[in-house]
């Protein structure tokens, strides 16, 4: 395994690389003039087992004028980002880590599906996540397909590399109990953000970009116009696009959000941020869920599920929506999802009556006209709110 090392002289920084001679417990070194170079030189050496001819080729097959995969994927980000720094940074910093040193420098026109099935090998052995390596993979494809419209590659290479497989995590499951328990524990100031988050189904990034001029009333019914979103990390969080085209919409909402939030933009300019921080500042997702939400959910006197989070209210939300029969395209829109897939495939299950929607198609192509028995009949009554209390409090 070949080391960097930095060092300094007189007029500039330089950087070493040292490695042993197969098979010989001789040393060897090159010196170069940047970072970039020692890690890449370095990364030829690793993948050769030190054999100093076949790294020099790739070295030399790097430096020809041929495209490069470095080439391609620069060339997608900036594509992709449309101007969205979060997005661009995101990109970026994968590119640097995980893609440059280690397959950026090999010609696009000449690397096989075989050479990415070794990159993915050496991104587990990094020990990422298999979400990590599924992002990367899917810059590096994708900016291969790019290459390939323009008709600069002729096919791509990671077409059919398998990938490691997502482990999916369920979001806990919550109900109406859970929403009352959790704002009556929390510190009142959030109350109102948690009650918000349930009854509209927002984005953490959506409900910390609202203004109080959000909220705006048409033809009898309260609406929050969702616009924009926070974008970056840190002190350099700021509003711009929602994540999609879709995720520009009002949501209508119920009478009583309606009024606790017409009630609280009452008190502020319609400049404000709908919901602040204790002291007035911004709202920051690591600070609210550090300092007030995890904490409430885990106290030993809140019984709640403990691994409840900012996301799990819009979960709530989508849950109870199709739990009580709502079209999927309507909930979709709610949401801000592009299409009703997502929608479907994640809650789908809940809707009433789906298995007896089921059971009657098959017994119309194979059975004898016997109607199935619908098990959720009961639930189905004319009484809607008797039924949504029934599926709120997880009865």
């Known amino acids: 395994m070949a080391s960097i090392r930095k060092y300094s002289t007189t007029k500039a920084n330089k950087w070493r690389v040292d490695w042993r001679k197969p098979g010989s417990r001789d040393k060897a070194s090159m010196t170069f003039d940047t970072e970039a170079e020692a890690r890449m030189w370095k990364t030829m050496l690793d993948e050769t087992g030190s054999d100093v001819i076949e790294a020099g080729r790739r070295w030399n097959a790097a430096q020809s004028q041929d495209e490069t995969i470095e080439d391609l994927v620069t060339e997608y980000i900036a594509f992709q980002s449309r101007g969205d720094s979060r997005t661009l940074k995101d990109y970026q910093a994968l590119q640097r880590n995980h893609i440059s040193n280690e397959i950026g420098w090999k010609s696009a026109a000449s690397v096989e599906a075989k050479d990415l099935r070794k990159y993915v090998k050496t991104l587990l052995a990094k020990k990422l996540s298999p979400k990590t390596i599924r992002n990367i993979f899917t810059i590096v494809s994708a900016a291969f ?6 008709r600069r590659v002729q096919a791509n290479p990671c077409t059919g590399v398998r990938l490691p497989t997502l482990i999916k995590t369920e979001p806990p499951i919550i109900a109406q109990r859970d929403i009352d328990v959790i704002m009556k524990a929390i510190d009142p100031h ?9 009854g509209t189904g927002l984005r953490w990034s959506e409900s910390e970009a609202l203004l109080c001029s959000d909220l705006y009333h048409r ?14 990390t840190g002190k350099g969080r700021h509003p ?3 994540k999609t085209p879709a995720a520009d919409r009002s949501i209508a909402l119920d009478d009583d959000l309606a009024e606790a939030l017409v009630n609280h933009v009452k008190l502020r300019s319609l400049d404000d941020h709908m919901f602040t921080m204790k002291r007035g500042g911004k709202m920051s997702y690591l600070g609210f869920t550090s300092k007030y939400l995890i904490p409430t959910v885990e106290r030993k006197d809140v019984d709640v599920n403990s691994t409840i989070r900012c996301h799990s209210f819009r979960h709530y939300h989508a849950s109870v929506l199709v739990a009580a029969g709502v079209d999927p395209i309507k909930v979709a829109q709610r949401l801000g999802h592009t299409d009703t897939t997502i929608t479907l495939n994640r809650y789908s299950h809940l809707r009433p009556g789906a298995d007896f929607e089921t059971l ?24 809607a709110s008797a039924f949504l209390d029934s599926i709120l409090n997880g009865s």
């Open 145 to 150: 397909n790019l290459a390939v419209q323009d």
């Open 190 to 198: 959030f109350s109102l953000l948690i009650r918000t988050l349930a």
């Open 219 to 232: 033809n009898g019914v309260t609406y929050i116009r969702v616009s924009k979103a926070m974008k970056g």
């Open 240 to 242: 711009g696009p929602p």
């Open 360 to 383: 009657q198609a098959l017994n119309g192509i194979w059975g004898d006209n016997n109607e199935p028995v619908d098990p959720g009949a009961a639930a189905q009554s004319d009484d």
